[in-house]
């Protein structure tokens, strides 16, 4: 009997030493060559290729605020529903809820405390229903980018199709919000090895979907420097891991607020940023929203002033600026 089967076999029986049962673990099934067998060269290869590079936290924020908070909504809807082409009435009416009922929400508490956000949105979901531009525009403060076209995953995609559904994003996106976009988030943060190449050529200023800081940065490309500026995610703080009511690691929307709050008591005490990633269709939902309104509460008691609320567009542009960025540098400049 292998080892592999014994441990298994023991686990249920006897306590079995953490050591035994780490070696008992299935291997991933693959046709990939594993790691172990790569030379450092490929390592490298396929490390560098898309990097950070060198931080562009600021030495301040503007008009003396010790921290900023970017607060973005990815307005997916009934695209998650419809990438894979099988949706179901019922995981249709289920994202139908954002735009029918989630997004004004968010919106209402937004305008209440006049707290500018970024939306990201597939333009297949502006789409079918174009009413949310107006509602999203009516403050003058919010900004929207580039999230997929039907919210694609980029991995599975061929480069030229990529390249196609990027560039009808911006340009669908562009006609119904009378403004191009300047961000990109991809979908699912499904970043594919040929999604930088695409951003650079489509000029894209910044970027928000990796996770190698919490502050922002500027991103390499195969070692070399691209002049976009990267404002990083991370699950921790995106609402729809933890907040699926049947997903496996749903949690309580206040021990969540919580967790956000305390993210954000770093970032003030380090002077850095905090990026918090939302759904309408998720958050918007009455219970979720609260996790919200605590957070807010919260990071208004540090006082006026004290906290630059800013779009994804704005942070971006202040970083480049106060770096001495310069503009984005096109592929093979």
């Known amino acids: 009997m292998s080892i592999r089967s014994s441990a298994l076999r023991m686990s249920c029986c ?5 050591w035994l049962l780490a070696q008992a673990q299935p291997v991933p099934q693959t046709t990939a060559k594993p790691g172990w067998m790569w030379t450092m060269d490929s390592a490298r290869s396929v490390v560098n290729a898309v990097r950070a590079g060198r931080s562009l936290q600021p030495a301040k924020w503007p008009n003396g605020a010790r921290a900023a908070v970017l607060l973005s909504f990815d307005v997916d809807n009934e695209t998650v529903a419809l990438r894979f082409g099988e949706p179901t009435v019922g995981a249709l009416s289920q994202a139908e809820y954002g735009a029918r009922v ?4 968010i919106i209402t508490l937004l305008d209440r405390h006049k707290i500018p956000a970024t939306f990201f949105i597939p333009s297949v979901s502006l789409a079918l229903t174009p009413s949310m531009g107006d509602l999203i525009k009516r403050s003058g403060r919010n900004e929207i980018g580039v999230h997929g ?3 694609e995953m980029n991995v599975t995609l061929p480069d030229s199709v990529e390249r196609r559904l990027v560039k009808k ?3 669908e996106l562009t006609k119904m919000t009378g403004a191009r976009p300047v ?3 991809a979908p699912s943060w499904n970043f594919s090895p040929n999604t930088l190449a695409i951003l650079r050529e489509s000029g894209f200023r910044y970027e928000s979907s990796l996770m190698s800081d919490d502050r922002a ?3 390499l490309q195969n070692g070399q420097p691209t002049g976009i500026v990267e404002l990083p995610v991370q699950w921790i703080l995106d609402d729809a891991p933890l907040f699926d009511p049947v997903g ?3 949690a309580s929307p206040r021990d969540i607020a919580q967790v956000w709050i305390d993210e954000f008591d770093k970032a003030y005490e380090e002077g850095t940023m905090l990026l918090l990633t939302m759904h309408p269709h998720i958050s918007g939902h009455r219970s979720r929203i609260v996790a919200f309104e605590l957070l807010i509460a919260h990071i208004e008691a540090k006082g006026a002033g004290k906290v630059w609320w800013a779009t994804h567009g704005d942070v971006a542009e202040y970083v480049r600026g106060e770096a001495k960025l310069g503009d984005p540098r096109p592929r093979g400049k």
């Not at 989630?102 to 929400?105: N, S």
């Open 169 to 171: 994003a911006i340009d």
């Open 149 to 151: 076209w039907i919210h």
């Open 183 to 185: 961000g990109y988030r």
């Open 248 to 250: 496996a690691r749903y």
């Open 102 to 105: 989630g997004l004004e929400r």
């Open 14 to 18: 006897i306590a079995v030493p953490g």
């Open 217 to 219: 940065y500027e991103l």
